[in-house]
């Protein structure tokens, strides 16, 4: 029984390791789906197919980035560098937000199979701003058509929505409040005071690649200060966005889409495929930046799959293995010598010698 379970789930990692294998429309791929759009011929002399239309696809948040501005002179001790603050010079950076389309059959909080070799690199404040919009939308209809508290006035405007895809929303409504709503900073507003200084509150990256609220020196939120992040911010906006995935086959999931992937590089090994790329080289300061990062547990969604099958077949090996020997051995120990004589000879059994000592008692 243990032994058909285990071919079965052999079987279905198979299964699942076929079915996973193929993206839909792979923009790296040139195919004939209508879907696909032109075929833009770079100056590598590759091609790269730009997509018209991504009904069928989602978009699934992926990691934040800094990127360091570049100066017309990096010498932080040039008199006169407008980037002195708190006694020392500073450098400024830029916030980017990268993102993948994933194919069909993705969820409003699980994304299907996602194409990982294109890093869509975009500014995070249009990140955000599109981002939440969606969210704000998709939320409140689930909230008003799935709790029963539709509201006659917005019934006409509002997009109908799977009761049952709506989890990514269980704790959306539970950060409207004005003190811990992160999204009151999605661009740069004035903090705290700190010593007579004003201190500004904007998008920031944490150490493990999520959107957080940083703390920065100047009014347009380039030079982070050291502070930690503000800790009255419950981030559950901000956790629904980078969990979920804003499906490109709704009318107000197609806007959203069309806005991230036409604003966004096209990241490919650090070049970007649609040209558009300037002097902050984005994409070759993204690929630097996610060096370390590791897709290969969640990429192609098939490596678990794999991993699975090669575990089996090396611990069947050693399972047969063992068993032959164990077997052998066995066998060995039942026909050698001969099992109708004594264990022990006589010559073997030791029994002491008695005297008898004056007085006669033995000793």
């Keep these: 029984m243990a032994a058909i379970k285990i071919i079965s789930l052999a079987a279905a990692a198979v299964a699942t390791s076929s079915a996973a294998a193929s993206i839909p429309n792979n923009p790296l791929v040139n195919n004939n789906n209508n879907r696909l759009g032109e075929i833009r011929q770079l100056q590598d002399g590759s091609s790269y197919t730009y997509l018209d239309d991504l009904t069928g696809y989602s978009v699934q948040y992926a990691n934040c980035i800094r990127a360091k501005i570049p100066q017309e002179n990096d010498d932080d001790a040039v008199d006169g560098n407008v980037n002195f603050y708190n006694g020392a010079y500073r450098a400024q950076y830029q916030i980017y937000a990268t993102f ?3 194919g069909d059959g993705s ?4 994304c299907a199979v996602c194409d990982y070799d294109v890093e869509y690199t975009t500014d995070v404040n249009s990140f955000l701003e599109t981002s939440m919009n969606y969210w704000d939308n998709y939320c409140d209809s689930c909230m008003n058509n799935c709790r029963r508290r539709k509201l006659e006035d917005n019934a006409a ?3 109908e929505v799977d009761c049952s895809e ?3 929303c269980k704790n959306y409504g539970n950060s409207n409040n004005d003190d811990g709503d992160e999204t009151n900073y999605l661009d740069c507003q004035a903090g ?3 010593d007579g200084m004003q201190l500004y509150y904007g998008p ?3 150490d493990d690649g999520e959107i957080v609220i940083g703390v920065y020196y100047d009014d347009e939120c380039t030079i982070k200060t050291n502070h930690d992040s503000p800790n009255n911010f419950n981030y559950y906006k901000f956790g629904t966005l980078s969990e979920g995935c804003i499906n490109c086959s709704t009318n107000q999931g197609a806007e959203s889409c069309t806005d991230l992937y036409g604003e966004a590089y ?4 650090g070049n970007d495929k649609t040209g558009q790329d300037n002097e902050m080289n984005a994409c070759a300061k993204v690929k630097a930046a996610l060096r370390d990062v590791d897709y290969s547990n969640v990429k192609k969604r098939h490596s678990g799959a794999d991993a699975f099958l090669k575990m ?19 066998y060995y120990i039942r026909h050698t010598g001969d099992k109708t004589g004594s264990l022990l000879s006589s010559d073997d059994i030791h029994v002491p010698e008695t005297t008898q000592a004056e007085g006669g008692t033995l000793t």
Excluded: K, P
């Design 100 to 102: 993948h389309l994933c």
């Design 107 to 110: 969820s409003s909080d699980q």
């Design 157 to 159: 405007n509002e997009e």
């Design 166 to 168: 709506c989890n990514a």
């Design 192 to 194: 705290i005071e700190e």
């Design 204 to 206: 920031q990256c944490s």
């Design 266 to 269: 096209h990241c490919v090994n």
């Design 312 to 330: 089996f077949f090396v611990l069947l090996l050693f399972g047969m293995f063992g068993g032959f020997f164990f077997l052998s051995y066995t």
